[in-house]
T-cell receptor
Framework: DGGITQSPKYLFRKEGQNVTLSCEQNLNHDAMYWYRQDPGQGLRLIYYSQIVNDFQKGDIAEGYSVSREKKESFPLTVTSAQKNPTAFYLC????????????FGDGTRLSIL | DQQVKQNSPSLSVQEGRISILNCDYTNSMFDYFLWYKKYPAEGPTFLISISSIKDKNEDGRFTVFLNKSAKHLSLHIVPSQPGDSAVYFCAASVQQWGSARQLTFGSGTQLTVLP
Protein backbone atom coordinates (compact mmCIF):
# COMPACT_ATOMS: atom_id res chain seq x y z
CA ASP A 1 0.00 0.00 0.00
CA GLY A 2 1.38 3.38 -1.00
CA GLY A 3 1.26 6.23 1.43
CA ILE A 4 2.97 8.80 3.59
CA THR A 5 4.37 7.71 6.94
CA GLN A 6 5.13 10.20 9.67
CA SER A 7 6.91 9.20 12.84
CA PRO A 8 6.72 9.38 15.73
CA LYS A 9 3.02 10.10 16.28
CA TYR A 10 3.75 11.90 19.55
CA LEU A 11 6.99 13.63 20.46
CA PHE A 12 8.10 15.53 23.53
CA ARG A 13 10.90 18.05 23.56
CA LYS A 14 12.77 19.67 26.38
CA GLU A 15 13.54 23.36 26.28
CA GLY A 16 16.64 24.05 24.19
CA GLN A 17 16.55 20.72 22.37
CA ASN A 18 16.42 20.10 18.64
CA VAL A 19 14.09 17.34 17.47
CA THR A 20 13.62 15.75 14.06
CA LEU A 21 10.30 14.60 12.64
CA SER A 22 10.36 11.91 10.02
CA CYS A 23 8.34 11.84 6.79
CA GLU A 24 8.65 9.01 4.26
CA GLN A 25 6.53 8.42 1.15
CA ASN A 26 6.45 5.51 -1.28
CA LEU A 27 4.12 7.17 -3.78
CA ASN A 28 6.95 8.25 -6.08
CA HIS A 29 5.82 11.84 -5.58
CA ASP A 30 8.16 14.62 -6.61
CA ALA A 31 7.13 17.40 -4.26
CA MET A 32 6.95 17.21 -0.48
CA TYR A 33 5.72 19.70 2.11
CA TRP A 34 5.68 20.39 5.83
CA TYR A 35 2.75 22.16 7.48
CA ARG A 36 2.00 23.19 11.01
CA GLN A 37 -1.49 23.23 12.50
CA ASP A 38 -2.39 25.10 15.67
CA PRO A 39 -5.76 24.78 17.44
CA GLY A 40 -8.56 26.57 15.59
CA GLN A 41 -6.31 27.48 12.72
CA GLY A 42 -5.66 26.23 9.24
CA LEU A 43 -2.47 24.62 8.05
CA ARG A 44 0.51 26.89 7.54
CA LEU A 45 3.37 26.00 5.21
CA ILE A 46 6.82 25.62 6.81
CA TYR A 47 8.99 24.27 3.98
CA TYR A 48 8.54 22.53 0.67
CA SER A 49 10.74 20.66 -1.78
CA GLN A 50 10.17 20.10 -5.49
CA ILE A 51 13.09 17.76 -6.13
CA VAL A 52 15.95 16.07 -4.34
CA ASN A 53 18.53 18.43 -2.85
CA ASP A 54 16.25 21.43 -3.29
CA PHE A 55 13.87 23.05 -0.83
CA GLN A 56 12.19 26.40 -0.30
CA LYS A 57 10.95 28.32 2.72
CA GLY A 58 7.25 28.59 3.29
CA ASP A 59 5.38 31.19 5.32
CA ILE A 60 6.72 30.22 8.76
CA ALA A 61 10.19 28.72 8.21
CA GLU A 62 11.95 30.46 11.12
CA GLY A 63 13.20 27.99 13.70
CA TYR A 64 12.90 25.00 11.36
CA SER A 65 15.25 23.22 8.97
CA VAL A 66 14.80 20.46 6.39
CA SER A 67 16.78 18.24 4.06
CA ARG A 68 15.86 16.29 0.93
CA GLU A 69 18.64 13.79 0.26
CA LYS A 70 16.28 11.15 -1.09
CA LYS A 71 13.06 11.44 -3.09
CA GLU A 72 11.19 9.38 -0.50
CA SER A 73 12.27 11.30 2.59
CA PHE A 74 11.79 14.88 3.84
CA PRO A 75 12.70 15.17 7.54
CA LEU A 76 11.90 18.32 9.50
CA THR A 77 14.08 19.53 12.37
CA VAL A 78 12.47 21.78 14.96
CA THR A 79 15.35 23.75 16.41
CA SER A 80 15.68 25.46 19.78
CA ALA A 81 15.21 28.74 17.91
CA GLN A 82 11.54 27.88 17.39
CA LYS A 83 10.00 29.60 20.40
CA ASN A 84 6.56 28.07 20.19
CA PRO A 85 7.03 24.56 18.79
CA THR A 86 3.98 22.91 20.37
CA ALA A 87 1.73 22.03 17.42
CA PHE A 88 0.50 19.29 15.12
CA TYR A 89 2.91 18.80 12.19
CA LEU A 90 1.74 17.42 8.88
CA CYS A 91 3.76 16.20 5.93
CA UNK A 92 2.29 16.08 2.42
CA UNK A 93 3.37 15.11 -1.07
CA UNK A 94 2.09 15.16 -4.63
CA UNK A 95 3.06 14.68 -8.24
CA UNK A 96 4.13 17.85 -9.98
CA UNK A 97 1.33 17.73 -12.52
CA UNK A 98 -1.75 19.85 -13.02
CA UNK A 99 -4.72 18.85 -10.95
CA UNK A 100 -2.86 16.54 -8.60
CA UNK A 101 -3.88 17.13 -4.98
CA UNK A 102 -1.53 16.93 -2.06
CA UNK A 103 -1.81 13.80 0.06
CA PHE A 104 -1.10 13.97 3.77
CA GLY A 105 0.42 11.77 6.42
CA ASP A 106 -1.27 11.29 9.80
CA GLY A 107 0.85 13.89 11.57
CA THR A 108 3.15 14.22 14.55
CA ARG A 109 2.06 16.03 17.69
CA LEU A 110 4.99 17.83 19.30
CA SER A 111 4.79 19.01 22.90
CA ILE A 112 7.24 20.83 25.15
CA LEU A 113 8.10 19.32 28.52
CA ASP B 1 -3.90 38.83 6.21
CA GLN B 2 -6.01 35.71 5.69
CA GLN B 3 -6.31 35.02 1.99
CA VAL B 4 -8.69 32.10 2.49
CA LYS B 5 -11.48 32.43 5.03
CA GLN B 6 -13.97 30.01 6.45
CA ASN B 7 -16.18 32.23 8.54
CA SER B 8 -18.23 29.49 10.18
CA PRO B 9 -16.18 27.56 12.73
CA SER B 10 -18.98 25.02 13.16
CA LEU B 11 -22.10 23.67 11.46
CA SER B 12 -24.69 21.15 12.65
CA VAL B 13 -26.96 19.34 10.21
CA GLN B 14 -29.54 16.59 10.54
CA GLU B 15 -28.71 13.25 8.93
CA GLY B 16 -30.09 13.03 5.40
CA ARG B 17 -30.21 16.79 4.90
CA ILE B 18 -27.82 18.95 2.89
CA SER B 19 -24.63 20.34 4.42
CA ILE B 20 -23.28 23.53 2.87
CA LEU B 21 -19.80 24.67 3.82
CA ASN B 22 -18.59 28.04 2.63
CA CYS B 23 -15.23 29.54 1.82
CA ASP B 24 -14.18 33.02 0.65
CA TYR B 25 -10.87 34.10 -0.80
CA THR B 26 -9.25 37.43 -1.50
CA ASN B 27 -6.39 36.61 -3.87
CA SER B 28 -7.65 36.87 -7.44
CA MET B 29 -4.59 34.89 -8.62
CA PHE B 30 -5.93 31.69 -7.04
CA ASP B 31 -7.15 29.37 -9.76
CA TYR B 32 -7.27 25.95 -8.14
CA PHE B 33 -9.35 25.09 -5.09
CA LEU B 34 -9.60 22.00 -2.94
CA TRP B 35 -11.61 20.67 -0.02
CA TYR B 36 -10.09 18.39 2.58
CA LYS B 37 -11.75 16.50 5.42
CA LYS B 38 -9.92 15.93 8.69
CA TYR B 39 -10.59 13.72 11.70
CA PRO B 40 -8.85 14.44 15.03
CA ALA B 41 -5.22 13.26 15.23
CA GLU B 42 -5.20 12.32 11.54
CA GLY B 43 -3.98 14.00 8.40
CA PRO B 44 -6.42 15.74 6.03
CA THR B 45 -7.99 13.59 3.33
CA PHE B 46 -8.54 15.06 -0.11
CA LEU B 47 -12.23 15.25 -1.04
CA ILE B 48 -12.74 17.24 -4.21
CA SER B 49 -11.17 20.03 -6.22
CA ILE B 50 -12.15 22.55 -8.84
CA SER B 51 -10.23 24.58 -11.37
CA SER B 52 -11.21 28.17 -12.08
CA ILE B 53 -12.25 27.26 -15.61
CA LYS B 54 -15.24 25.45 -14.11
CA ASP B 55 -18.03 26.59 -11.84
CA LYS B 56 -19.09 23.19 -10.59
CA ASN B 57 -17.52 19.81 -9.94
CA GLU B 58 -19.36 16.79 -8.62
CA ASP B 59 -18.17 13.53 -7.09
CA GLY B 60 -20.85 11.33 -5.60
CA ARG B 61 -22.43 13.07 -2.63
CA PHE B 62 -19.97 15.97 -2.83
CA THR B 63 -20.33 18.98 -5.10
CA VAL B 64 -18.14 22.05 -5.13
CA PHE B 65 -19.39 25.32 -6.57
CA LEU B 66 -17.11 28.21 -7.54
CA ASN B 67 -18.28 31.81 -7.98
CA LYS B 68 -15.24 33.66 -9.28
CA SER B 69 -16.83 37.08 -9.36
CA ALA B 70 -17.72 36.78 -5.67
CA LYS B 71 -14.48 34.95 -4.85
CA HIS B 72 -16.56 32.34 -3.09
CA LEU B 73 -16.74 28.59 -3.13
CA SER B 74 -18.95 26.14 -1.35
CA LEU B 75 -19.05 22.43 -0.69
CA HIS B 76 -22.41 20.68 -0.71
CA ILE B 77 -22.83 17.27 0.86
CA VAL B 78 -26.07 15.49 0.01
CA PRO B 79 -27.31 13.51 1.82
CA SER B 80 -25.29 14.15 4.97
CA GLN B 81 -24.27 11.10 7.00
CA PRO B 82 -22.97 10.82 10.59
CA GLY B 83 -19.62 9.65 9.20
CA ASP B 84 -19.25 13.03 7.51
CA SER B 85 -18.74 14.64 10.93
CA ALA B 86 -15.23 16.11 10.74
CA VAL B 87 -13.38 19.37 10.18
CA TYR B 88 -13.49 20.55 6.58
CA PHE B 89 -10.72 22.72 5.20
CA CYS B 90 -10.88 24.80 2.08
CA ALA B 91 -7.55 25.40 0.29
CA ALA B 92 -6.49 27.47 -2.69
CA SER B 93 -3.44 27.80 -4.90
CA VAL B 94 -2.07 29.19 -8.11
CA GLN B 95 -1.53 26.36 -10.59
CA GLN B 96 2.00 26.20 -11.85
CA TRP B 97 2.92 23.54 -14.37
CA GLY B 98 5.71 21.34 -13.12
CA SER B 99 6.19 23.31 -9.92
CA ALA B 100 5.34 22.62 -6.34
CA ARG B 101 2.00 24.10 -5.52
CA GLN B 102 1.75 26.11 -2.33
CA LEU B 103 -1.65 25.68 -0.77
CA THR B 104 -3.23 28.38 1.37
CA PHE B 105 -5.71 26.92 3.85
CA GLY B 106 -8.75 28.31 5.59
CA SER B 107 -9.18 27.80 9.33
CA GLY B 108 -11.69 24.98 8.93
CA THR B 109 -15.34 24.29 9.72
CA GLN B 110 -16.37 21.58 12.15
CA LEU B 111 -19.32 19.73 10.65
CA THR B 112 -21.50 17.68 12.97
CA VAL B 113 -24.16 15.47 11.40
CA LEU B 114 -26.81 14.57 13.93
CA PRO B 115 -28.51 11.16 13.70
Amino acid sequence: DGGITQSPKYLFRKEGQNVTLSCEQNLNHDAMYWYRQDPGQGLRLIYYSQIVNDFQKGDIAEGYSVSREKKESFPLTVTSAQKNPTAFYLCASHRRREGQPQHFGDGTRLSIL
Amino acid sequence: DQQVKQNSPSLSVQEGRISILNCDYTNSMFDYFLWYKKYPAEGPTFLISISSIKDKNEDGRFTVFLNKSAKHLSLHIVPSQPGDSAVYFCAASVQQWGSARQLTFGSGTQLTVLP
